[in-house]
């Protein structure tokens, strides 16, 4: 029998999930928001704010959006999030570690996590040198404002090329490869700056509070107090926007290094562009060279393969 459990989750968490699930969308139903496919499970949020997770692996993936290990097909209204009434309203102009991450959802290339601190005494020359939203930046501009904040702004980025992710990925969900990774930034920072402390930790939220502290409880080094999370956390505090804009750059200089390597433009991003851009790769050396340079659980792998054998 399928298994079936719907949660109740708020729009923030649901646009949230559908940014995580980017790469694995397929057709949206009537009243949906979208639809997902991953092995053993499919996800679809609908506009009424349930999510029903149906398949084998629905009990697993449901937990990553704070489902409780009950019975399946019952509905679990609760959740945790942390709205902006939370923030203090001269939050932005605190001293923060602020966290983000950037190639989750590219098919290709790494994924990078950085956290920067940044000072309430800083604020004034980030905003000079045009820190924020890195989406809202070129990517040349992304690199010349990454490169002036490391000569001055203390951070800590981690890089999980796409080889040492294939290899993870079978035991992590996307959540809890997240959460350990911004706890790994976050603590390795929080060490750097000792004995300085900074007045909270602000991270880019993709998941609810809840979810997160669970899974820190299974990390060596869990960092617990301070803790502020927010989607869009670059718009409540330029900690995030830096640390946005670092690993964005250090994304693209590693696609671009993959392109040196190939010969051909590799692009981010889960598209056509990225199929084909595969598909050269297993002509080429088949799935042992795709691993060094994709995340294969992606959708991408199989249309890859069409198009690569044909």
């Not at 980017?22 to 997902?36: C, D, N, R």
């Given at each position: 029998?399928?298994?079936?459990?719907?949660?109740?989750?708020s729009?923030?968490i649901?646009?949230t999930?559908?940014?995580?699930y980017?790469?694995?969308?397929?057709?949206?139903?009537?009243?949906?928001?979208?639809?997902?496919?991953?092995p053993?499970?499919?996800?679809t949020a609908y506009?009424?704010?349930?999510v029903l997770?149906?398949g084998?692996k629905s009990e697993?993936?449901a937990a990553?959006?704070g489902?409780?290990?009950t019975?399946?097909?019952k509905?679990?209204t609760?959740q945790?999030?942390?709205d902006?009434?939370?923030?203090p309203s001269?939050f932005a102009?605190?001293?923060?570690?602020?966290?983000?991450?950037v190639?989750?959802?590219?098919?290709?290339?790494p994924?990078?996590?950085?956290?920067?601190?940044?000072?309430?005494?800083?604020?004034?020359?980030?905003?000079?040198l045009?820190?924020?939203?890195?989406?809202?930046?070129?990517d040349?501009?992304?690199?010349q404002?990454?490169?002036?904040l490391?000569?001055?702004?203390?951070y800590?980025?981690?890089?999980v090329t796409?080889?040492k992710?294939n290899?993870?990925q079978?035991?992590?969900?996307v959540?809890?490869m997240k959460?350990?990774?911004?706890?790994?930034?976050?603590?390795?920072?929080?060490q750097?700056?000792?004995?300085?402390?900074?007045?909270?930790?602000?991270i880019?939220?993709?998941?609810?509070?809840?979810n997160y502290?669970?899974y820190?409880?299974r990390?060596?080094?869990?960092?617990?107090?301070?803790?502020?999370f927010k989607?869009?956390g670059?718009?409540?505090?330029?900690?995030v926007a830096a640390?946005?804009?670092?690993?964005?750059?250090?994304?693209?200089?590693a696609l671009d290094?993959?392109s040196?390597?190939?010969?051909?433009?590799?692009?981010s991003?889960?598209?056509?562009?990225?199929?084909?851009?595969?598909?050269?790769?297993?002509?080429r050396?088949?799935?042992?060279?795709l691993?060094?340079y994709?995340?294969l659980?992606?959708?991408?792998?199989?249309?890859?393969?069409?198009i690569?054998y044909r």
């Open positions: 029998m399928t298994q079936s459990i719907t949660l109740k989750l729009k923030e649901i646009n999930m559908k940014k995580n980017h790469h694995v969308l397929v057709k949206t139903p009537p009243y949906a928001i979208f639809s997902a496919k991953l053993g499970v499919t996800i506009e009424s704010g349930k997770f149906q084998i697993q993936e990553a959006w489902h409780k290990n019975s399946p097909n509905v679990s609760k945790s999030t942390t902006s009434s939370t923030l001269d102009e605190w001293s923060v570690i602020g966290s983000d991450e190639g989750n959802g590219s098919y290709l290339g994924v990078v996590v950085c956290a920067t601190y940044v000072t309430k005494e800083q604020i004034p020359l980030l905003k000079e045009g820190v924020k939203d890195s989406k809202m930046l070129t040349t501009t992304i690199r404002i990454a490169k002036e490391k000569l001055f702004l203390p800590q980025e981690l890089t796409p080889d992710y290899h993870i079978p035991d992590y969900n959540n809890r959460v350990a990774l911004h706890n790994q930034v976050i603590y390795l920072l929080s750097k700056i000792k004995p300085e402390v900074p007045q909270a930790i602000l880019d939220q993709f998941t609810t509070e809840k502290l669970n820190l409880k990390e060596k080094n869990p960092v617990t107090e301070l803790l502020y989607t869009k670059e718009q409540y505090h330029l900690a640390a946005s804009i670092i690993c964005r750059s250090a994304f693209l200089d290094q993959a040196r390597e190939l010969g051909f433009t590799v692009p991003g889960a598209g056509v562009k990225s199929d084909q851009a595969a598909a050269k790769i297993l002509k050396g088949g799935m042992d060279l691993n060094k994709a995340k659980h992606f959708a991408n792998t199989e249309k890859a393969k069409k690569a």
